[in-house]
């Protein structure tokens, strides 16, 4: 591979060439499931999300459909036997519904309602905290006040507070978790917008006279996208657990959509009486989803964290 | 001036550090030999990737895993340091050896003023000492890097310097123990041109004042050609050519070195097109077969898959090339 | 200020940037408290004149903090000056606005240092040059392919690789495909900021040459901002020297180093290193560069000075013409 200088400007030669064959998201997937936990977590996870998204198809019972239920059949001990011939698994509740597909519906609404939630408040507190960054200045300011403000009041009150005026229901709650989760994704992506924002691939892009929409949809946001996953799933979990404690307070979810926090509600009065299982299994699927949904949101966050030596 | 009287300060045989990651084996240096005697500057010379920090890590011991010193020998003034036990490096580290880094940050903590870290530096190897002489050596320091009103600066913390500043206080720290080498990484690389002119004066008066021995280690032939003795030029891992200054570069002998002269734009004249050694650099974790600089080079040949040994074709240069350029008058890329 | 011939691409004219760092509430509340909090104003370029004609290559030369980054993106269009006028071939782009703005902006096209973060990590190397084109009707989007194929092989790099992404390449080959992107819009001029100071030795080599290359296939004007005399040097026909904000000396390239003028010239020639000045006595210029939030009154040079009289702590020097093609800011100049 000789080169003589009168040569003009040579092709780079191929073989020297790749460092990596992946693209960014194979070496993100190899990296993420290095870790033993996080990928035993996610496997969990996606168990949760399995039962969760086919709860009506893989559940013995259908817990709300009156027929399908008798309180001959209530309190009755994990294991045993109903009337009709087929095992409780995990016992019956005070009303006589197998508790395993209690617990496989409230996954359900759980899951539904948090997921739902994070992702409506993702992409309103993405949008302000996009505008936020870009714009700066006085835009910046009074965006980041409402935030500060927001963030100021403890979650539960002001969800206790709105649901108090909207009253009950699956979209109410929503409603109610969004207000209270968006500012947490504002401030994030505003943080991550204004780090890239001087970087030089933007300045680059503001050279080439490329519109604002385009800077901030095609480069800024794709690359504020790392933190924003990693509060997507910390805040679902937190989400779900919110919902629960409001349903456990007896705000927010009507009784026909039982949550896995009204389930424990509903088992509390029986705790010490000995029928611990009402509370006990719903407390540990919300214990074990929001777990494992956490250590998937750890991993996340160190294997998309650039500047974690690896 | 080669200074070379009495037994090298330091020596080096055969290094080998080999970083064992999870992509492979990289061998960042891989039979590396040379000498320092009382007073010389050598360079060290080379780009990135040639292994030419590694050298100066490994010789002061401060590789981490997955990197590791596996072979060789780092002689000074007869001990070898490789495999020296943790305590016995840690006395000489500091004190008879020291180290000075590109980022004056990496010797500088950012919470403790400039007169704790100095102080703790001199009372970490001699206790003895009181703390008002302390003192009273850190002020000599400052004052022998240039610092003005050093009284006041001591009291100061780093992030109250400016970064020519923070470099020469981390140089003062490496002369507080005396010491007997002080390895350079690419210390003026960061810096402007005037501050980097202060550096390399102050730099300079040191060796010739007290004797010390130092590798600056850079990829800045402009600088070392100013400064340095001898020199010593890697490339993927392995030096390629060492001897003196003005020998090595006034008759490059290898062609690596001959091509990066070449490509140095002050040796043109202007305006004409640079040499430029063709291709890219080999990754460590895969130096091809035989003389790593086969793929770039225009006298390659089939001897070249056998790696070849270092020689010295002519008295006081050491060269590891099957073909290198004995016939002073052939023309760079020839 | 300098010649301004039919033949000059770019004149920047008493061109001022100022970064202010204004106070917040809690600022303000104590400035009123008799506090002697004030707002921070960095002069990053303070009252700069230039004229660049075409086709040469002007090389911008300066340590931290004399601004020149700044000059060179006030001229690309990425920051907006605060004073003064920028002349792009006779109609003055700094009273431009909207689209007009935005057409003129593209034919000044920059290169930047870092090439690792001047490119977008989640972009692949044919979408990163060919957006732009593709969004200005320089291609359509079926021959976007073909397009970006031709500018990729202008610069020296394999079209093959052109779907991958950049950190899948390495830092010179970055750099190249940072001039493709530019390259790309067909700009006249190109302000190149550090362009390889980030590269290895060998790799800089490849990247000014192809520099070379390109001026001549394709008659583009330059302004190269460095800070490395050496490659300055080499490839400019003219060179800018400027210090904390202002313009020091401007001079044909092989007159600046046979005779400096300015004494903060002589300083910066005499302290670059050279590959033929061997064991040398180093005598290095005292003091330190001072900071932009402060700098020293009347010359900014004056602290660091050997000829400096106490007219030079008052009164700014002018940058005037001291020989044909030639300025120079010195009161020293006045008296001879």
Same mark, same amino acid.
């Given at each position: 591979m000789s080169e003589n200088i009168q040569n003009p400007t040579p092709i780079e030669a191929p073989e020297e060439f790749v460092v990596t064959l992946q693209t960014p998201f194979q070496r993100f997937c190899l990296d993420f499931f290095e870790s033993r936990v996080a990928s035993a977590a996610f496997v969990v996870l996606v168990g949760i999300l399995f039962i969760a998204i086919c709860a009506p198809l893989i559940s013995p019972q259908n817990p709300y459909d009156l027929s399908q239920?008798?309180?001959?059949? /209530?309190?009755? /001990?994990?294991g045993s036997q109903s009337f009709d011939g087929w095992t409780f698994y995990l016992g019956t509740d005070g009303a006589g519904r197998d508790l395993m597909s209690a617990m496989f519906y409230g996954l359900r609404i759980s899951l539904g309602v948090g997921v739902m939630s994070g992702m409506i408040a993702m992409c309103i507190g993405a949008a302000i905290g996009l505008a936020a960054a870009y714009f700066g200045g006085r835009i910046d300011a009074i965006i980041m006040r409402i935030v500060d403000i927001q963030l100021s009041f403890p979650a539960i009150l002001v969800a206790l507070i709105l649901l108090a005026v909207l009253g009950k229901g699956v979209d109410k709650i929503i409603i109610a978790l969004v207000i209270v989760q968006w500012a947490y994704y504002a401030r994030t992506i505003r943080a991550s917008a204004l780090v890239e924002r001087n970087k030089e691939y933007v300045e680059a892009a503001t050279c080439l006279a490329l519109s604002h929409n385009r800077i901030v949809f095609k480069h800024l946001f794709p690359n504020c996208l790392p933190p924003l996953i990693v509060v997507v799933t910390i805040q679902t979990a937190h989400a779900i657990s919110l919902e629960a404690t409001l349903s456990f307070l007896g705000v927010g979810l009507p009784i026909s959509e039982p949550s896995l926090g009204l389930l424990i509600a509903n088992g509390f009065d029986y705790m010490l009486s000995g029928y611990f299982w009402i509370s006990f299994f719903p407390g540990i699927a919300l214990l074990i989803t929001i777990v494992s949904i956490n250590l998937v949101g750890d991993q996340l966050r160190d294997v998309l964290n650039p500047r974690l030596d690896r | 001036m080669s200074v070379k009287d009495t037994s090298p300060t330091l020596e080096v045989r055969n290094l080998q550090t080999h970083f064992f990651t999870k992509a492979g084996d990289a061998k960042a240096v891989d039979g590396v030999s040379f000498s320092v005697g009382k007073g010389e500057i050598m360079g060290l010379v080379g780009e990135s990737g040639s292994g030419k920090s590694v050298t100066g890590f490994s010789i002061i011991g401060l590789v981490d895993p997955p990197g590791n010193v596996v072979g060789g020998e780092v002689l000074y003034n007869g001990k070898n340091l490789v495999g020296l036990p943790d305590e016995q490096m840690r006395q000489l580290r500091g004190n008879r050896i020291a180290m000075i880094f590109q980022d004056p940050m990496m010797t500088l903590n950012p919470v403790l003023r400039v007169d704790t870290q100095m102080v703790e530096t001199i009372l970490a190897h001699d206790p003895s000492v009181s703390k008002q002489d302390a003192l009273a050596r850190s002020r000599d320091a400052l004052g022998r890097v240039g610092i003005p009103a050093p009284d006041e600066r001591l009291r100061s913390y780093p992030h109250q310097f400016s970064g020519g500043m923070r470099q020469r206080v981390a140089i003062a720290i490496a002369l507080l123990n005396k010491p007997d080498l002080i390895i350079a990484d690419e210390p003026t690389t960061a810096l402007d041109v005037t501050i980097q002119g202060q550096i390399l004066y102050e730099a300079q008066k040191l060796c010739r004042e007290t004797g010390t021995s130092m590798i600056w280690i850079t990829h800045d032939l402009a600088v070392v050609a100013g400064l340095a003795d001898s020199i010593c030029v890697m490339y993927g891992g392995r030096v390629v050519e060492q001897g003196l200054i003005n020998d090595v570069l006034d008759h490059p002998v290898h062609p690596y070195t001959r091509g990066l002269l070449g490509s140095v734009p002050g040796a043109n004249s202007r305006g004409t097109r640079l040499y430029q050694i063709p291709g890219m650099a080999p990754s460590l974790l895969n130096l091809p077969q035989g003389c790593a600089f086969q793929a770039r080079c225009p006298r390659a040949d089939e001897a070249c898959l056998v790696e070849p040994q270092i020689t010295e074709p002519i008295a006081g240069r050491g060269v590891r090339c099957c073909h290198p350029h004995l016939n002073a008058e052939e023309e760079i890329g020839a | 200020m300098s010649e301004k011939t039919n033949d000059t691409m770019l004149t920047v004219d008493n061109l001022s940037k100022n970064f202010v760092k204004k106070l917040d509430l809690a600022g303000k509340i104590a400035q009123k408290l008799g506090s002697n909090i004030r707002e921070e104003v960095v002069h990053a370029v303070d009252g700069v004149s230039l004229a660049i004609p075409k086709g040469s290559v002007v090389g911008l030369v300066g340590e931290s903090g004399c601004g020149k980054s700044t000059l060179g993106r006030m001229i690309a269009g990425i920051l907006r000056p605060t004073g003064g006028d920028i002349t792009y071939k006779g109609v003055s782009i700094t009273k431009m606005s909207g689209d007009e703005a935005a057409r003129a902006a593209l034919q000044i096209q920059m290169i930047f240092q870092d090439p690792f973060a001047s490119l977008n990590p989640r972009m692949r190397v044919i979408d990163i040059i060919g957006e732009a084109p593709l969004t200005h009707g320089f291609t359509t989007a079926a021959e976007k392919d073909s397009y970006v194929c031709d500018v990729m092989k202008r610069v020296g790099l394999d079209p093959e690789y052109r779907r991958r992404y950049p950190h899948q390449f390495s830092g010179g080959q970055r750099q190249r495909i940072g001039i493709a992107r530019a390259l790309a819009v067909n700009p006249e001029f190109l302000v190149c900021d550090e362009a390889i100071a980030a590269l290895d030795v060998s790799i800089q080599a490849q990247v000014i040459n192809l520099f070379m290359d390109l001026r001549e296939d394709l008659d583009l004007t330059y302004l190269f901002i460095s800070h490395d005399l050496s490659v300055v040097k080499h490839i400019s026909d003219r060179i800018v020297i400027m210090y904390l904000g202002r313009i020091v000396e401007i001079s044909p390239t092989d007159e600046l180093y046979a005779d400096p003028n300015h004494p903060y010239t002589q300083a910066l020639l005499n302290e670059v290193p050279q590959l033929?000045?061997?064991?040398r006595d180093y005598k290095p210029v005292e003091g330190e560069i001072p900071s932009p939030l402060d700098p020293p009154s009347g010359c900014h040079f004056h602290p660091r000075c050997p000829h400096a009289t106490d007219r030079c702590a008052t009164e700014r020097p002018e940058l005037r013409e001291?020989?044909?093609t030639r300025w120079s800011a010195c009161h020293l100049n006045d008296e001879a």
């Open positions: 239920v008798s309180i001959l059949d /209530a309190k009755m /001990a994990p | - | 033929e000045h061997r064991g001291i020989a044909p």
